[in-house]
């Protein structure tokens, strides 16, 4: 059962469309690079709700589970601007027994450039406690 949810959860690729702000940008009018975690997140909360469907993520969250970031790697090609739309890839690279690794790639969505991509690896916590949980086990209850 244990390789089942592995297997179903790798295959798993989402994809999110976001339209950046203009107070995602600098003075240049690109993309500060502090912002693309917040659309890796918006990646990863996409992800999750497409996985954890009837359920939602933020609802997880409200009962008290969570998926912290422990380590984050971003390498940047192209900027994003004002005005772009950008969508962002998320697929699982990796499954731990209480971590899972994210790969998240942004594109251009006008010409499919590759604007960034991240390695991000999310530990799942119970909020009260911070008692580290099984990610097979959270993930058993949903597929």
């Given at each position: 059962?244990?390789?089942?949810?592995?297997?179903?959860?790798?295959?798993?690729?989402?994809?999110?469309?976001?339209?950046?702000?203009?107070?995602d940008?600098?003075?240049?009018?690109?993309?500060?690079?502090?912002?693309?975690?917040?659309?890796?997140?918006?990646?990863?909360?996409?992800?999750?709700?497409?996985?954890?469907?009837?359920?939602r993520?933020?609802?997880?969250?409200?009962?008290?589970?969570?998926?912290?970031v422990?380590?984050?790697?971003?390498?940047?090609?192209?900027?994003?601007?004002?005005?772009?739309?950008v969508?962002?890839?998320?697929?699982?690279?990796?499954?731990?027994?209480?971590?899972?690794?994210?790969?998240?790639?942004?594109?251009r969505?006008?010409?499919?450039?590759?604007?960034?991509?991240?390695?991000?690896?999310?530990?799942?916590?119970?909020?009260?406690?911070?008692?580290?949980?099984n990610?097979?086990?959270?993930?058993?209850?949903y597929?």
């Amino acid at each position: 059962m244990k390789n089942n949810i592995i297997e179903k959860l790798i295959e798993v690729k989402d994809r999110t469309r976001i339209k950046v702000r203009f107070n995602d940008t600098d003075m240049m009018g690109i993309v500060h690079f502090k912002n693309y975690m917040v659309y890796f997140d918006d990646g990863f909360v996409s992800f999750m709700n497409s996985v954890l469907s009837p359920k939602r993520i933020e609802d997880t969250v409200h009962e008290g589970t969570v998926f912290g970031v422990k380590k984050v790697e971003i390498t940047y090609k192209d900027p994003a601007k004002f005005g772009d739309y950008v969508i962002v890839e998320t697929q699982i690279k990796e499954i731990g027994t209480s971590s899972i690794t994210f790969q998240h790639e942004i594109f251009r969505e006008i010409d499919k450039a590759l604007i960034a991509k991240v390695e991000c690896v999310r530990l799942a916590m119970e909020l009260k406690t911070n008692k580290l949980l099984n990610v097979i086990d959270f993930f058993a209850n949903y597929l």
